[in-house]
């Protein structure tokens, strides 16, 4: 068998090399760290750790530049990459793009962290605006149903009940039961922070920088763009009129 030949049998078994995102589709790519519960409870504060919150947004920023995303979202240990619609990197490969991005969260974390952590990655596929909004609204839900609970659970183990008594006595409760269970310890839910209970939105915004030119000796302002942590997202109808603002602009 010649060499050229050998080659074409070997890649024909490559199975999913040709898979690509459909042209047009709205796309998110989403980032889980792997056994993350394990690894935050023996090394953050619970339920929420400044320290924590800090890699993750930094992890998601540095995702949002590699994958030229327009938004990025981040609640517990999962960020969120929102694409642009005509979006072409790695010619739309979903190999390559849960490959990679997988890997740029995963080496970005452990270099800031100086500790080894492993991401996983998919790929969300939406067909229109609404379900993109759909989908990040679902997401922030998410954030907040884990803050409630979070918050309840560990409160619980903090006053000296067992894992299985704190999970029994949550389990099958009502948002208002678990929002009374704080409240009667001393802590306001609605008053926590608000990336504990909505997530951390991650977007490119347009600033002015002021500069000197040496040639016509003045000062003068040039157009840059950075990326902005916004840490007080809006709820519900709010916070799809948020995301839809992205979604316009392509």
């Known amino acids: 068998m010649d ?23 709205w796309t998110v790519i989403r980032v889980d760290g ?29 995702l949002l530049e590699e994958l030229q995303g327009i938004y990025a979202y981040t609640e517990s240990d999962e960020i969120s990459i929102l694409l642009p619609q005509n979006w072409d990197l790695f010619d739309r490969s979903w190999e390559k793009i849960v490959s990679v991005s997988a890997s740029i969260a995963s080496a970005t974390f452990t270099h800031a962290a100086q500790t080894i952590v492993q991401f996983d990655s998919r790929v969300w596929i939406g067909a229109n605006k609404s379900q993109v909004v759909d989908y990040f609204n679902w997401r922030q839900a998410d954030a907040t149903r884990c803050a409630l609970n979070g918050w309840c659970y560990w409160t619980l183990r903090k006053a000296g009940e067992s894992v299985g008594k704190a999970t029994s006595m949550l389990e099958g409760k009502s948002v208002g039961f678990k929002n009374e269970l704080l409240f009667q310890r001393g802590i306001n839910f609605n008053d926590l922070p608000a990336w504990q209970r909505r997530g951390t939105g991650l977007y490119w915004e347009i600033y002015d920088k002021e500069g000197y030119n040496p040639i016509e000796n003045k000062a003068v302002v040039t157009k840059r763009r950075r990326i902005k942590v916004d840490e007080e997202l809006p709820m519900k109808e709010a916070y799809g009129e948020f995301i839809s603002g992205f979604l316009d602009v392509e």
Not at 4 to 17: C, V
Not at 41 to 60: C, G, I, Y
């Open 34 to 62: 792997r056994s993350f519960s394990r690894f935050t409870e023996s090394s953050f504060e619970k339920p929420f750790d400044l320290q924590f919150h800090n890699l993750m947004v930094q992890t998601a920023k540095t």
């Open 3 to 25: 060499s050229d030949t050998f080659e074409k049998q070997m890649r024909s078994l490559e199975y999913f090399h040709e898979l690509r995102v459909l042209p047009g589709a």
